[in-house]
């Protein structure tokens, strides 16, 4: 009958706005019932009476209750949780109706502290109708139970840590009076930082930046030969090499700059990109510009104290 499918309809439509209205934030177990008609245990036994034990009416009116039953039960197990159960008994002899509703929520709240919803709401539904299962034209037992639940823990970000190596080469070019000497190099980095390299170099904002101080940490390795030696005995250049020099990184939109406090032997007898502090000298700075930015890799030109320059490639790790 058309009435019966407007019952079912009806009972779906007042759940789910019972839902939309009722789930605001809780913390605790609030709980509604409604029954009005009588009493379930009494229209169980009216039916019983009527139709039988094994009648459609009967056996769904028991179905409907350990239903409900069970739909609390099992909602509730979860974080956080919204119930709604309704059911109702239409005797079409007297015109008589039973109606019960049970509203139930607990848990935390179904929104998360910005105020959006959660991601995932899953429903679980179910529903008994007498009339689907060939019951009598006298009674229609009807039940529909809804439950909703989510997940409702924000995840923490874990630290960004990023681990960065590349290869810097290049080369000098020293005047010095009227000879000229060239001296180039190969170096190794690696080093760690605790931002998102890529994003820093692009980003306006300076909360997003590499310190050198509180972000980053690293270590410089290489060697440095030769190329052209001067005739001037006052202008010899010396090859060397360095090993685990102590890096730090300075990384913003306008400025990338890999420093070592170890010290850059700024005479002549080694002019070294980065050399250990029992050679003498001050700290290296070397003031990169990037050409290419990914989230994986960097690369571009180096320049150093005006007479070193060169070109850089990082990578970064896993």
């Known amino acids: 009958m058309k009435y019966f499918g407007n019952v079912i309809l009806s009972l779906i439509l007042l759940t789910l706005v019972i839902f939309v209205s009722g789930c605001a934030s809780q913390t605790t177990t609030d709980r509604e019932t409604t029954e009005t008609g009588g009493k379930l245990a009494e229209w169980k036994d009216k039916i ?46 007297t015109n008589k109706r039973y109606s019960f509703q049970d509203v139930d929520k ?91 390299l890529a994003t820093a170099l692009q980003s306006d904002d300076q909360s997003l930046w590499v310190d050198p101080v509180d972000d980053s940490d690293g270590t410089a390795s290489g060697t440095e030969s030769v190329t052209s030696q001067s005739t001037d005995s006052d202008c010899q250049l010396v090859g060397g090499s360095a090993t685990s020099i102590p890096i730090w990184v300075n990384a913003g939109k306008q400025r990338f700059v890999i420093f070592s406090q170890e010290t850059f032997n700024y005479f002549m007898t080694g002019k070294w990109i980065f050399q250990s502090s029992s050679s003498g000298g001050q700290g290296a700075s070397l003031e990169l510009e990037p050409v290419s930015i990914t989230d994986s890799s960097i690369s571009g030109a180096w320049t150093a104290t005006g007479v070193r320059s060169g070109t850089f490639t990082l990578t970064k790790q896993g």
């Open 48 to 93: 019983l009476a009527d139709n039988g034990p094994d009648s459609p009416e009967y056996i769904v009116a028991a179905g409907c209750e350990e239903l409900m039953f069970q739909s609390v039960g099992e909602c509730s197990q979860y974080k956080g949780w919204f119930v709604s159960n309704q059911m109702e008994i239409t005797d079409f002899k």
């Open 106 to 196: 607990g848990g935390c709240p179904d929104k998360k502290s910005d105020g959006s919803e959660w991601e995932k709401h899953n429903v679980n539904t179910g529903s008994l109708d007498s009339q689907t299962e060939k019951g009598s034209s006298e009674y229609q037992v009807v039940c529909n139970v809804l439950c909703v639940w989510w997940n409702c823990e924000e995840s923490i970000p874990s630290a960004v840590q990023e681990t960065w190596t590349g290869t810097f080469t290049g080369n000098t070019i020293e005047m010095c009076h009227t000879a000229s000497e060239e001296l180039s190099g190969t170096y190794t980095v690696q080093f760690t930082v605790k931002k998102k």
